[in-house]
């Protein structure tokens, strides 16, 4: 009964190769995010969608994009990979996209760009 | 952009002992959210508090908004408060949280 899933846990891959990370999550919620943590630990969103829709683009590579084939799901693919793509990529849901949300987040998926 | 602060950086506690986690942030907020991100890298949210004062078992939460700070207190410490306590706030009309740079709290037994 996972609330937000992530696949894969963990991702080692080459410089250059072209990789994908997919969230779901089964809470019913409307709004979904993606967030990148550094080697430092610091979190910063990427992405948001809301029903499908693109409503938060931070300032991110266009090699990263995000995908979202329908309310419960969020993927992220990435083009190109170089080493500093190598962090914890977090993916989050929240009920709605207004400002007074709870956001609920997944495991991480741990990218490793050698 | 909103600058987010939490202080001290790093705490080291006994267990049993109590605790304060600070966070003060630039402007004002309409969400303010703590996390607890435990030693396996999983991410908890603590609790939605963007005014007020809530408590949940042994951690309690305040944020003065006028003042523009939130106080996470943990009572009791047990070596599973362990991790990363991030808070993070939103300020537009959208849901964009921007997180602060966390306290790393180690409990020892």
């Known amino acids: 009964d996972t609330a937000v899933s992530q696949t894969p846990k963990y991702l080692v891959t080459q410089m250059g190769n072209d990789k994908s990370i997919k969230c779901e999550q089964n809470l019913g919620h409307d709004t979904m995010y993606w967030y990148k943590q550094d080697s430092k630990k610091f979190l910063k969103i990427m992405f948001s969608y809301n029903n499908k829709e693109l409503i938060i683009n931070e300032t991110v590579p266009n090699r990263f994009s995000p995908k979202s084939p329908d309310k419960a799901h969020l993927n992220l693919h990435i083009n190109s990979l170089e080493l500093g793509d190598s962090a914890v990529y977090f993916c989050a849901s929240s009920q709605g996209s207004r400002v007074q949300e709870t956001q609920y987040f997944g495991p991480g998926t741990r990218l490793l760009v050698l | 952009g909103i600058q987010v602060e939490q202080s001290p950086p790093d705490l080291i506690l006994q267990e049993g002992a109590n605790s304060t986690l600070r966070c003060n942030f630039s402007?004002?907020?309409?969400?303010l959210q703590w996390f607890h991100q435990n030693p396996w890298g999983q991410l908890i949210n603590l609790f939605y508090i963007p005014s007020g004062t809530k408590q949940n078992g042994r951690l309690s939460a305040t944020t003065v908004a006028t003042e523009r700070y939130s106080l996470l207190y943990i009572s009791s410490s047990q070596t599973t408060d362990s991790g990363v306590y991030f808070c993070?706030?939103?300020?537009?009309?959208?849901?964009?949280?921007?997180f602060g740079k966390g306290i790393t709290l180690s409990v020892r037994p």
């Open positions: 993070a706030v939103s300020t537009g009309a959208n849901s964009k949280l921007t």
């Open positions: 402007d004002s907020v309409n969400n």
